[in-house]
């Protein structure tokens, strides 16, 4: 099945307690296609300004990720975003956003494109997200990702999102913002009142909840030694399952639940390294054997 993402492509600058990263290639649209394309290919439709690193570009347009829908705006700039963590890094503050190009016109989406399966909206405004869905009425898989930004200030265009998409992924706190609700199950079975088909609440290194009509699942995060970054993490997941699901062409409740694994795994290289670059050296077979593993680690009998 066709795989499309839309959401930011940007340049990064991350300070962690122990390291910096300057200048580097971010944005939730290329986290979720890099993750996404160790699974299956990807249609990337995103918007950049003319200063937009050519090696960037070059990494986002390196098979199976088709770029086509990539717009380099003239005159514009692109949306950067300057990030520190604290502590632990279970904690986050934006020390800046420039929306730059990403305020403008929204991208196009190729012709070629519009007839994608799956769909990823990824973060943005709630109303392009839901434009560009609108453009895209018969994919089969339509899943939303959303911030505590569009949560606190646009709430009806964010219901009206959740309200023609199939599936939504939060993390914790944005879903007991959302909902009212602190008890992450219960915040889990108020979104899905919303109108989506799944919701998976995100919860950092404590792990993921999958909520469905047809039963809930847990799964704890892969447990990671070593974390570096954890920009992208969510992205990633969304990326990795995701790609996994446009590859199995299937949405039901235990592919669901296998696609929460791979999510998993393809986040956790995501943290080991800044910016993309643990995603970009990462071979299938160590992606292989860390799913298997952790597969294996969670199959208690
Ligand atoms: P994540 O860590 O998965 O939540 O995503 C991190 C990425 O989100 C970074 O690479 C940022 O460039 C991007 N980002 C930060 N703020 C925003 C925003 N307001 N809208 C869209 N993307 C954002």
Redesign the pocket.
């Known amino acids: 099945m066709s795989l499309l993402v839309t959401g930011?492509v940007?340049i990064?600058t991350v300070i962690t307690p122990t390291g910096r990263a300057d200048d580097v290639l971010?944005?939730?649209a290329a986290?979720f296609a890099l993750a996404a394309a160790k699974f299956a290919p990807v249609r990337l439709v995103a918007v950049v300004g003319e200063d937009f690193p050519g090696a960037f570009r070059n990494l986002l347009n390196s098979p199976p990720i088709d770029s086509t829908g990539l717009e380099a705006r003239r005159g514009s700039q692109t949306f950067r975003?300057t990030g520190k963590y604290l502590g632990d890094m279970n904690e986050r503050e934006?020390l800046r956003?420039d929306l730059n190009v990403v305020a403008e016109t929204p991208p196009a989406i190729p012709p070629a494109f519009l007839d994608s399966n799956v769909v990823f909206l990824a973060?943005?405004h709630p109303t392009l997200q839901r434009n560009m869905r609108q453009q895209m009425p018969a994919a089969e898989l339509v899943v939303c990702d959303t911030?505590d930004?569009w949560i606190n200030s646009e709430q009806e265009a964010l219901l009206q999102t959740l309200a023609a998409v199939h599936g939504v992924v939060i993390n914790d706190s944005e879903a007991v913002q959302l909902t009212g609700t602190t008890n992450v199950i219960s915040a889990g079975r108020a979104v899905l009142a919303m109108g989506p088909r799944f919701v998976v609440v995100k919860k950092g290194a404590h792990g993921a909840l999958l909520a469905t009509a047809d039963g809930v699942t847990a799964i704890p995060a892969y447990p990671s030694e070593r974390v570096v970054d954890?920009?992208?993490?969510?992205?990633s997941f969304a990326g990795g399952m995701l790609g996994y699901l446009a590859a199995e062409g299937r949405f039901d409740y235990a592919t669901l639940r296998r696609a929460l694994i791979r999510g998993t795994v393809t986040a956790s290289f995501t943290i080991e390294d800044f910016s993309v670059k643990r995603l970009e050296a990462l071979s299938q077979t160590e992606l292989q054997q860390r799913i298997s593993e952790f597969t294996e680690m969670l199959a208690i009998k």
């Open positions: 930011t940007g990064d971010g944005g939730s986290y975003w934006s956003t973060n943005t911030m930004l954890p920009t992208g993490a969510g992205d």
